[in-house]
Structures are given as C-alpha cells and as structure tokens.
C-alpha cells in the first residue's frame, strides 16, 4: 500500500496539465538559459550565425505550434467522444490519461512557449550575438523533438479513441487492479464477517463530505493505532458511496472524537470513482 501523498502525486501526474505545466516550464528556462551562458560562445562562432536566422524559426515555431495544438485539441475531443459512445463512458477517464496524448500536446504547447519566450527576449536584445548561437542550437534539439513527436502522433492517431485500443487500456487497468486486490484482499487489514450489524462496543463514525470513496490510506490508519488498543472497522469500501447520515466506520469504545477526524482523513472521497483500489468500477466500465 502507499501512503497518501504518494496516491495524490500518482494521481497528478496522471492529469493532461501536468505534463503540459511541466513542459512549458522546462521551455520557459530553456529559453531563458540561452541569455546566462552566451558568454561561454567565442565570437568567431556567433558571426557565422545570422542576425535573422533564429527569429524566422522562432516565427515559424510559434505559429505552427499553436494550429498544431488546438488541432490535437479538437482531435483528443473527438477520440473522448467516440470512447464514450462506442465502448462507454466510464472508460474515457482512460483516454483522458493516455501517456501519448499527454506528451504529445505537452510537446507542442512546450514548443510554443519556447519560441513565444524567444521572440520576446530576442526584441529585448537580451542575447546578444553569441546569445543567439546558443538559442539556435537549442532551437534546433526543440525541432527534431516536434518532428519525432509529430511521428509518434500519427501513428497513435491510428489507434486513439477505437474500440480495441480502449478496450485494451480497461484489460490492463483491471489487471492491475485486481493483482494489487489479490494481493491485499482486505487492503492490509483483517476480514471482517459481520458487516451488517455495528459491532458491540463500538461508536460509529460519520463523513463531513458526501461522494464516493476513491482511496483508503491504510498506511496512514495503521500508523494511527500501531500504539492504540482500540479496533477500526471499515464499513464503506473503495467505490461505496457515503454521506454524512451513514457511518464509514466502527470505533472501539473510547475517546473517539480525538481520533475520529484522523480517522475520517485517511478515506479520500470524491465527486467520482477511481480504478486504483475499486475492482468494482473497473468491471462496471468493461464494454458490453
């Protein structure tokens, strides 16, 4: 099991903006690197590069890099609609993190900023001669990157948003989530038979939010009663839905309330499902 902040890190960089903030931000400096080492650039070098070789590149980048994106855009659109219609709806969270995809409009937005970042700095005169040397063997590594991402792209087009391609990503989400199941069956703790009735001796605990149950921090609730006597038992599972009238677990007696809201912070709800831990969800988006 992992702990908390390790899910919501693998659950971020799952997101389509974190690869694209991510590379923008890479470009960004990348851009602005160029200005701190032309010192290192001998000026023999920089005469044999022309004054305006690197801004018509830097023009060129920045305008087909924005029609580029906003086609990939309205392509991703496309693809999420057609996983929705012909396999279903619970599947596209899947396109939606699709490592390609991301990568690919993280490229082209990155390239973008890159040569926007440029032109700016280029009309500042912030470069100078040997500057410019510097910014045009970077502009270069930034092309051939677009050109095998562009490659990349059109042979993942063949595929994004069909059928077999979707329902290949649900196959292996279900696989692991049903290895990490069989492996922690109880997700680390122990079975309880008698889940209907509220134990003897115990005290319910009620959520604050109202959602579905998408993690269980069972390292962070081990931690919580390795010196602790009482028990805890897990009414609501990965998936369950919850709100503040039901109890999510059973506490044994004692001073609950300096332990229940510790409690509470280890079940993470949200407005929907998640495949991490929910074997469940994963059989619900399986195409009929």
Known sequence: MISRWKWILKQTVKKLWFRATLFAIVAIITALL???FKSMIPESVSVKVGAEAVDNILNILASSMLAVTTFSLSIMVTAYGSATTNVTPRATRLVVEDVTT?????TFIGSFLFSLVGIIALSMGAYGERGRV???IVT???IALILITLLRWIQHLTSLGRVGETTAKVEQAAIETFIARARNPCLGGYPWLENNEQPKGTVAVYPKKIGYVEYINMVKLSKLLTND????????QPGSFIHPSM???YLSQGQES?????LLETIIVSDV???AQDPRFVLASWPK
């Open 34 to 36: 160029s200005i701190l």
């Open 102 to 106: 991301q990568n690919v409009l993280a």
């Open 134 to 136: 510097i910014l045009f």
């Open 140 to 142: 270069l590594v930034v």
């Open 229 to 236: 006597p009482r028990h805890v038992y897990l009414v609501a």
């Open 247 to 249: 109890p999510v677990l």
């Open 258 to 262: 300096s332990i229940s809201a510790d």
């Open 273 to 275: 499902r998640s495949f």
